[in-house]
């Protein structure tokens, strides 16, 4: 694999978690000539430049991408539309604009009409995170052996889209393409629904809390924990992924809540059967996932993993 840029300049809308990793991942695999980082918040350009992931940090938008190669929106999805907005004129002919975003269909439909001729969309979403947030909270590793899946719309160009799919490549990720309404798909029910779960469930122990003196919380166990850990995400980004995937994440809520009702009917009138058989599925699930390279089998017990 090269190590010649892939970009001459990454523009980076956004450099908390992914973002930051962004910039620390191409700096390791020299895959960008610079890079620049936009925040509106002075709190996190200060941050960010302690850090040194970034050669320059801005708080206006064109500015920040003036001249770039690569412009990648790494806010919350809901303010996707006025940022293309904002900074179609400032893009220049050639440049590739990309975007980090849990879901697909809601991007295409939102930034596609700012975007200027001669300028190529081709959206993206890399399946790595932690519940940590921030610009203190990238680190290089993120992407190494995860997912990035590629969106392009229809009539997307292949060199751009070929360009990209080098980029993340460059950054440690596996790259997949696919249809944006699969994607959001595959993902409500990967990560989306799993997420709303979580933070369900959190909430109802926060309920019990005040009845039980915290109880739940002085005695949680592993399953607990970790259903606490994945509510720990970024409020604002989820918010903003459950209001834009709905359709999605209703139609896998839908079947979840039926498959629910058969779990309670199979407790409450003593069908081991049923449950055992259900619990050795799952189990190959999670073995499978392990096998795949997308964990490991060891468990850390809220121990950081970076």
């Given at each position: 694999?090269?190590?010649?840029?892939?970009?001459?300049?990454?523009?980076?809308?956004?450099?908390?978690?992914?973002?930051?990793?962004?910039?620390?991942?191409?700096?390791?695999?020299?895959?960008?000539?610079?890079?620049?980082?936009?925040?509106?918040?002075?709190?996190?350009?200060?941050?960010?430049?302690?850090?040194?992931?970034?050669?320059?940090l801005h708080d206006d938008l064109a500015s920040c991408v003036q001249d770039a190669d690569?412009?990648?929106?790494?806010?919350?999805?809901?303010?996707?539309?006025?940022?293309?907005?904002?900074?179609?004129?400032?893009?220049?002919?050639?440049?590739?604009?990309?975007?980090?975003?849990?879901?697909?269909?809601?991007?295409?439909?939102?930034?596609?009409?700012?975007?200027?001729?001669?300028?190529?969309?081709?959206?993206?979403?890399?399946?790595?995170?932690?519940?940590?947030?921030?610009?203190?909270?990238?680190?290089?590793?993120?992407?190494?052996?995860?997912?990035?899946?590629?969106?392009?719309?229809?009539?997307?160009?292949?060199?751009?889209?070929?360009?990209?799919?080098?980029?993340?490549?460059?950054?440690?990720s596996q790259v997949e393409t696919m249809d944006a309404h699969h994607h959001d798909l595959?993902?409500?029910?990967?990560?989306?629904?799993?997420?709303?779960?979580?933070?369900?469930?959190?909430?109802?122990?926060?309920?019990?809390?005040?009845?039980?003196?915290?109880?739940?919380?002085?005695?949680?166990?592993?399953?607990?924990?970790?259903?606490?850990?994945?509510?720990?995400?970024?409020?604002?980004?989820?918010?903003?992924?459950?209001?834009?995937?709905?359709?999605?994440?209703?139609?896998?809520?839908?079947?979840?809540?039926?498959?629910?009702?058969?779990?309670?009917?199979?407790?409450?009138?003593?069908?081991?059967?049923?449950?055992?058989?259900?619990?050795?599925?799952?189990?190959?699930?999670?073995?499978?996932?392990?096998?795949?390279?997308?964990?490991?089998?060891?468990?850390?017990?809220?121990?950081?993993?970076?």
């Amino acid at each position: 694999m090269s190590n010649e840029p892939v970009f001459a300049k990454v523009a980076l809308i956004g450099i908390g978690l992914i973002g930051a990793s962004m910039a620390h991942a191409a700096r390791r695999a020299g895959a960008a000539g610079r890079i620049a980082g936009y925040s509106p918040s002075a709190e996190e350009r200060a941050l960010a430049s302690r850090i040194g992931f970034a050669d320059s940090l801005h708080d206006d938008l064109a500015s920040c991408v003036q001249d770039a190669d690569l412009v990648v929106l790494a806010a919350p999805v809901g303010a996707f539309a006025g940022i293309a907005r904002t900074i179609a004129p400032a893009l220049k002919a050639g440049t590739i604009l990309s975007d980090v975003g849990s879901v697909k269909s809601a991007v295409l439909r939102d930034v596609s009409p700012h975007v200027p001729e001669g300028v190529h969309f081709v959206p993206a979403h890399p399946i790595a995170g932690t519940e940590q947030s921030g610009p203190g909270a990238g680190f290089a590793e993120l992407f190494d052996n995860r997912w990035c899946i590629l969106t392009p719309p229809d009539g997307a160009d292949a060199a751009a889209v070929e360009k990209l799919k080098t980029f993340w490549q460059r950054l440690g990720s596996q790259v997949e393409t696919m249809d944006a309404h699969h994607h959001d798909l595959v993902l409500a029910i990967t990560s989306h629904v799993p997420h709303l779960i979580a933070y369900n469930i959190v909430g109802t122990a926060d309920d019990l809390s005040a009845v039980t003196k915290s109880e739940v919380i002085k005695y949680s166990a592993g399953g607990f924990r970790d259903f606490t850990r994945i509510a720990a995400s970024d409020p604002t980004m989820w918010r903003d992924v459950f209001l834009n995937n709905r359709e999605a994440v209703l139609e896998v809520l839908g079947r979840f809540s039926e498959d629910l009702s058969a779990l309670q009917r199979a407790i409450r009138w003593g069908d081991g059967d049923a449950l055992f058989n259900l619990f050795t599925r799952t189990r190959a699930i999670r073995r499978g996932i392990i096998d795949a390279g997308q964990d490991m089998a060891a468990p850390n017990f809220g121990r950081n993993t970076k």
